[in-house]
Structures are given as C-alpha cells and as structure tokens.
C-alpha cells in the first residue's frame, strides 16, 4: 500500500510538472504573439523619431535568450531603446539599466526565466549603474532602488566611472556592442 502511494504521489508531481510547462508554453506563445503586435503598433512612429513609440518597440523586442534565433533580439530592442533614451525618455533609460544588470525579463514568463538562470545574462554594472541614475533624473522613481544597491557593489573606480557617465562628465555608452562587445 505503501509503494502504491508513493507511486501515485510521483505520477502526481510528474502530472502537474507537465500541466506547467502546458500552460507556460502557452503563456510564452501569447507574449510573443502580443510582443509582435505591439511592434507592429509602434514601428512606424519610431521610426519617424517618436521616443515613446521607440521606448514600446525596444520593450516589446526585449530580450534573446538564443541571438538569432526567435522573435526576441537583444541588440535590436537596445537600439530602440537607445534612441528614446537619446531623447530623454525616462523609461528607456530605466530599462537599459535593467538590461545591463542582467534584469532583462519582465512579467510572468516562466519560461524565459528559467531560460535565463540556466543561460546566465551579460552585464556591465557601471553602464548599468549609470543608465538607473540617469532614469533616477528624469523623474522615474523605480529606478533608485536598483541604482543604490548596484551602487553598494560596486569599487570606488566603478563608481567614479558610473557617476561621471551618469551625470555626462563621460560618454555614456548605449548600444549593445559598445558596452558588452560584438555578439
């Protein structure tokens, strides 16, 4: 009786660990699907230069786990991200802090964060640091708290470093290759 139990517990588990992934791949396939129309939506006004437009697309192609492969581009979203930000858009400059510390997913995608852990993330926490404070500035107030404890991490040549670059005593480095290298 014993074994039967332990038998059925085990069928159990190994049930709703299907009936999850079921669900996530789901959930995966309806962000995606959402994700290419809100770039759809936008691309023609960021395009033209609209930064809240760009701001979405660069969000909405936010980020590859697999370069190359898939919907989801990293350098590309940067990019976008990198012209609303040009252009003094808090948000973007939030999210390029995000992405730069290795925070590169947003929302219940399941999948995708265990993708992550298991594949790890690249990160330049000066840039990052730098891209939070300069967020912090243009009144985004989610951005103080992860500049602060990237703050606490960091050397005192990182934070001289991400101090000028945040408030542009120094170039503040923005698309994907220039701060992490070529792909």
């Known amino acids: ?9 085990a069928l159990a588990a ?15 396939g309806a962000n995606i699907a959402k994700d290419k129309v809100v770039v ?12 809240e437009a760009q701001y979405k697309v660069g969000k909405a192609l936010c980020c590859s786990l697999n370069e190359g492969e898939g919907f989801y581009d990293t ?12 252009q003094r858009h808090g948000p ?8 730069y510390s290795g ?17 790890g993330s690249t990160t330049n926490m000066t840039v990052a640091y730098a891209w939070l404070r300069r967020a912090d500035s243009l009144n985004v107030v989610e951005a103080r708290g992860p500049a602060n404890e990237i703050w606490a991490e960091l050397t ?16 503040l480095p923005c698309e994907w290759g220039a701060v992490v290298g070529p792909g």
Request: aromatic fraction near 2%; include cysteine; hydrophobic fraction near 50%.
């Open 40 to 51: 759809s939506n936008n691309i023609a006004a960021a395009q033209a230069g609209n930064a």
């Open 156 to 171: 005192a040549a990182e934070r001289a470093d991400g101090e000028a670059m945040a408030l542009g005593r120094k170039e």
């Open 92 to 99: 973007a400059a939030l999210k390029l802090g995000e992405i």
């Open 103 to 119: 925070d590169t997913i947003s929302g219940a995608r399941v999948l995708r964060r265990v993708a992550a852990g298991v594949a």
């Open 1 to 9: 009786m014993n074994v039967l139990r332990r038998l059925s517990g």
């Open 14 to 28: 190994a049930a709703l660990l299907t009936l999850a992934g079921c669900v996530g791949a789901v959930t995966e």
């Open 75 to 86: 350098p590309k979203s940067v990019g976008w991200l990198c012209r609303a930000a040009a």
